[in-house]
């Protein structure tokens, strides 16, 4: 069975960016409910060399967002997140999934094995092919920090379950 990288890609936008959504209105709630400042919320961090929660929303956007106009053919963009409320966030994130759906499910199926050359830090590139670039580094970056967001939000107390972080599961 050949899996599509378009199937891959908008799949993350139809499940995981609608988990986020989710994911945020809870802890837009939880705040609401418990008198927790949301930017409290926002600069949380696992640990002190970590990135804040903010942050690990706004590089979660951003690989999508960079990832799907480089694979497309587009110039990459950026995601400026400077939203400090739950509720603000949210519509940005939808802004950011309708973005992402217009991306040409043909292109993103005939990318297999273009060679890209994907910034990896300060003077330094690797070159990967579409489909390893989606599956080796995009798909496992995009979740590591998804599931580091998830876990700010956890270990402060925002109740969320394995069903959120998974998001609407569908064949």
Do not use: C
Request: aromatic letters at 8%; a negative charge; glycine letters at 8%.
């Amino acid at each position: 069975m050949t899996i599509k990288i378009s199937e891959v890609f908008h799949g993350l936008n139809t499940q995981q960016l609608v988990a986020l959504i989710n994911i945020l209105n809870k802890a837009g709630e939880y705040a609401k409910e418990t008198g927790t400042d949301q930017g409290e919320l926002l600069d949380a961090r696992l640990t002190e060399d970590m990135h804040p929660l903010s942050w690990q929303i706004q590089t979660a956007l951003e690989l999508l967002v960079r990832g799907g106009a480089r694979l497309v053919g587009l110039e990459p963009g950026s995601v400026l997140l400077e939203e400090r409320e739950f509720s603000k966030l949210v519509p940005r994130v939808k802004e950011i999934q309708s973005q992402l759906s217009q991306m040409d499910s043909n292109i993103l199926d005939e990318i297999g094995d273009k060679i890209y050359e994907i910034p990896a830090g300060p003077d330094t590139t690797i070159s990967l092919s579409g489909n390893d670039y989606v599956l080796k580094f995009l798909l496992p970056n995009f979740y590591f920090h998804l599931s580091t967001a998830y876990d700010i939000l956890r270990m402060r107390g925002v109740p969320l379950g394995k069903r959120d972080f998974l998001g609407p599961i569908t064949t």
